[in-house]
């Protein structure tokens, strides 16, 4: 069972558009982290956000946690060709140390 | 900050023989290591908890017998694959958790193609 779902799964896209995914849950998550996974490689964490409404930002990348703490964005602002990869969210309950993946955003950016 | 070391990167092997996946934390003790199984452009399927001092807790579905753990150290954990199958090629990656904020340090993770 897949806590977190997130769309578009798949996303190809010119350089210079700008875009928007969504992580999304029936469940309330204490922290929720998004990380960015390029081929042959290990997932590397972007951002984490852990109060209700937060909104950070680094560089081009805009992260957003929902108020009920049940879902998030992340917003890319003119998509270049090396933001392409494999984005994940997790999220952390209060109970246990365990994150629970989202279903992951394959990102395409064509030059 | 946190780093986990993965070894090896990639590997084959033949049909019916045995791999052995080693996951280190290089400067930090890491008490429970996570490992997951990865198709190509699809999210990461957790596969086993891997707890060091005790017995793994496997994910339903995955064979204990099959994919072996042992976390007999603050800073390594290994995964053997039993009897590989071509069936078990695919993307292994582990992780350690540095806590609730900072979310988890992965491995580089491991290619393993069984012909």
Not at chain 2, 38 to 51: E, G, I, Y
Request: hydrophobic share 35%; with cysteine; charged share 15%.
């Amino acid at each position: 069972t897949q806590l977190l779902e997130q769309s578009p799964q798949f996303l190809s896209i010119q350089e210079g558009e700008n875009l928007t995914v969504y992580c999304n849950s029936s469940s309330v998550f204490s922290s929720l982290q998004w990380y960015r996974q390029e081929p042959g490689e290990g997932p590397v964490l972007l951002v984490t956000v852990v109060t209700g409404g937060e909104v950070k930002k680094l560089k081009r990348l805009t992260f957003q946690f929902g108020d009920a703490r049940k879902d998030s964005s992340l917003h890319i602002t003119a998509a270049q060709p090396g933001d392409t990869g494999l984005y994940l969210c997790a999220g952390a309950q209060d109970t246990g140390n365990q994150f629970y993946f989202g279903t992951g955003t394959s990102l395409t950016v064509i030059p | 900050g946190a780093v986990v070391s993965q070894h090896p990167s990639w590997v084959i092997c033949k049909s019916g023989t045995s791999v052995k996946i080693e996951c280190r934390s290089l400067d930090f003790q890491a008490t429970t290591m996570f490992w997951y199984r990865q198709f190509p452009k699809q999210s990461l399927m957790l596969m086993a908890t891997s707890n060091e001092g005790s017995k793994a807790t496997y994910e339903q579905g995955v064979e204990k017998d099959k994919f072996l753990i042992n976390h007999a150290s603050l800073t390594l954990s290994t995964l053997t694959v039993t009897s590989a199958h071509p069936e078990d090629s695919s993307f292994y990656i582990c992780s350690a958790s540095v806590g609730l904020y900072y979310g988890y340090t992965f491995g580089s993770g491991t290619r393993l193609t069984v012909v």
